[in-house]
């Protein structure tokens, strides 16, 4: 057609399979999501269409290109993350002293995959204690994992502090079977398995046997003082008020807090006993602390886990 248009990006320095993905599905995602026809000739993406979809594929497709460039292996499930920010207008491009996360013996750099993630970072980066509000797969933990790596990595912090509610509902450890790190071990995991995918496992197992690394049941911060230490309070949605309160102020000197939960999942029996809740109730405003909140727009999982999420909160509304 006459009125079509090509519109051509460099993809030079850019892994082929990283960006196409694998039999070309980010590549025929983005077509038939923008409406145009997308190909990948040696170092050059082609777009072709008609003017509004190409300048809008181009834009999704200049994001792409860029995170691939950083060494990400891009998925459908980006493309259509993408797709969905630049409909938003929050889709951005990289940008020069954006926050990025490079990691001792890692050859990829750790970065924010969405807009929601981006301003997650940077509130992690500038604030000494930072509460992430969001459903699940949008990356609260494991950001903040790799941030608390980061920093140690740099010495900015001489220890890593994990700790979660062990068992919902009251930490009733004593029902459980076998001693206590065989009780714990199981509400632990993902913080191990985030761990372990910053840090080869045999530094992750030196880490916690010299105690720079530290991954506990939130009871057991009782009665501590934190100084000079990341700390991650993870599922905090069932953390108790009282919890909440004792693990806020076992922060010492140079120390900083990433609190992260789930308010659709809080197993608590009382929902308003949720800590979480709590310190969105009192703590905004304090100079020092910030609240980021993440949606099904940030989600980094499989891409139906996007549509479950929405789907579980309309039914909810009724």
């Known amino acids: 057609m006459s009125d079509e248009i090509t519109h051509r990006l460099s993809a030079e320095g850019v892994d082929p399979l990283a960006l196409a993905g694998v039999n070309d599905g980010n590549l025929i995602e983005l077509a038939k999501r923008l ?9 050059t993406l082609l777009l072709q269409g008609l003017l509004p979809a190409v300048e809008r594929a181009a834009q999704v497709a200049q994001a792409l290109v860029d995170l691939a460039r950083m060494g990400e292996t891009l998925e459908v499930a980006d493309v259509d993350r993408m797709v969905g920010e630049e409909a938003q207008g929050t889709l951005g491009r990289p940008a020069e002293g954006e926050y990025k996360i490079i990691l001792p013996g890692l050859r990829r750099v750790i970065q924010a995959k969405s807009a929601g993630q981006r301003q997650y970072l940077e509130a992690i980066a500038q604030h000494d204690i930072v509460v992430g509000i969001g459903p699940a797969g949008t990356g609260k933990t494991y950001l903040a994992v790799a941030a608390a790596v980061d920093a140690l990595s740099r010495k900015r912090v001489r220890r890593i502090v994990l700790a979660r509610p062990a068992v919902e509902a009251g930490e009733s450890l004593g029902f ?11 509400y632990l995991r993902p913080l191990y398995d985030a761990l372990e995918d910053m840090m080869p496992r045999d530094r992750v197992q030196k880490a916690i046997e010299s105690r720079i690394i530290e991954i506990a049941p939130l009871a057991y911060m009782r009665g501590r003082t934190l100084s000079d230490a990341f700390v991650i309070l993870d599922e905090a949605q069932n953390a108790t008020g009282m919890q909440m309160k004792m693990f806020l102020t076992r922060l010492g000197v140079n120390s900083r807090a990433v609190i992260t939960g789930d308010k659709t999942q809080i197993d608590l029996t009382n929902r308003e006993d949720s800590g979480l809740l709590q310190v969105e109730r009192i703590l905004p405003g304090i100079e020092g602390i910030a609240f980021c909140y993440l949606t099904e727009t940030d989600v980094v999982r499989h891409r139906l886990v996007r549509d479950i999420i929405r789907a579980y909160a309309e039914d909810a509304q009724g």
């Not at 409406?35 to 170092?43: I, K, N, T």
Request: aromatic share 0%.
């Open 176 to 186: 459980l079977p076998g001693d206590v790190h065989e009780k714990v071990d199981p």
């Open 35 to 43: 409406g145009v026809r997308v190909s990948l000739r040696g170092d």
